[in-house]
């Protein structure tokens, strides 16, 4: 994928958001196995966000706030007992349309950690048909980066609830395709973009449906899905089946976390699964340094 011109990020604020033609051809939309009829990097039509949609986000922020909020100031000041620097990350996402924001996130890394290893790790896993297997779930180099219990706080969701000012700004929903970051975007193909025509959540169709056992490729069939199919009573599903979706996560972190001794150390790798070496080396199912 070409690289945002800086012209266009002047004019419009957004990443791909152009005037161009779609190619809605037949062959075209054969060729990414998906009926699409166009992509929002190439069309000037404003996808909409349904009314309802946001009175959904706001009234369950207000109704759930009461426990919301002592959680959120309980994380806040754990992290700030467990490492030092900021207790909430700002970094620069895309979404709805092509827009950039600035998504909150509680920090559960330590502030010297090199994220290079991540976007190596993330880039690759664009190309390759294997589990989005998160780094710190098999490498101990990128795990000793996390803070103390920086894996339950994320298994658990908890990082992600500062979001929820994302939410009540507009710029993201409850239910939504994640948030992607410049380096993800860049891997997209035309066919992906369409998972921007809705507003980017803190839980969606595809965190119900396997998540991180799932391929990037299944991902994105997942989120457009969502974007053709949203409504009120899907919101209301995904929302219900996140709350089991989250104690599997948490089970399976501690599962992992209790069975790390014997699972062959830095060298040892799943089949299958993509791997990152204590270098920062993206590599196949097999053990790092064959």
């Not at 924001?101 to 890394?109: A, E, G, Y």
């Not at 990128?142 to 507009?170: C, H, T, W, Y």
């Not at 599997?248 to 060298?267: D, F, H, Y």
Request: aromatic share 6%; with cysteine.
């Amino acid at each position: 994928m070409k690289p945002v011109k800086e012209k266009n990020q002047a004019k419009t604020g957004r990443v791909g958001v152009a005037n161009e033609k779609c190619d809605t051809s037949a062959p075209a939309r054969a060729q990414h196995g998906l009926r699409q009829e166009c992509h929002p990097e190439c069309t000037t039509d404003e996808a909409v966000v349904p009314g309802w949609k946001r009175v959904l986000d706001v009234t369950l922020i207000i109704l759930f706030s009461p426990v919301l909020i002592p959680v959120m100031c309980a994380t806040a000041v754990f992290i700030k007992m467990v490492s030092r620097g900021p207790v909430i990350l700002h970094q620069e996402r895309i979404g709805f349309m092509g827009r950039r924001f600035t998504c909150l996130k509680f920090r559960t890394m330590h502030c010297d950690a090199d994220t290079s290893v991540h976007e190596k790790y993330t880039r690759q896993l664009a190309h390759e048909d294997v589990p989005m297997t998160k780094p710190e779930d098999f490498s101990p180099a990128v795990d000793s980066k996390v803070i103390r219990f920086g894996g339950l706080l994320r298994a658990m969701g908890i990082d992600e609830l500062p979001q929820l000012i994302n939410v009540l700004r507009g710029e993201m929903s409850l239910v939504g395709p994640r948030p992607c970051m410049q380096y993800e975007y860049e891997e997209y193909e035309p066919w992906h973009m369409e998972r921007f025509r809705t507003l980017p959540g803190l839980t969606g169709l595809w965190q119900v449906n396997g998540k991180n056992r799932t391929t990037f490729k299944e991902m994105m069939q997942w989120d457009i899905k969502y974007v053709r199919t949203k409504s009120l009573w899907l919101d209301l599903e995904i929302l219900l089946r996140t709350v089991p979706t989250i104690v599997g996560q948490v089970l399976e972190k501690i599962r992992a976390k209790m069975t790390a001794p014997s699972a062959g150390g830095v060298g040892g790798a799943v089949p299958g699964q993509a791997r990152v070496s204590v270098e920062g080396e993206v590599t196949g199912g097999r053990p790092v340094g064959s």
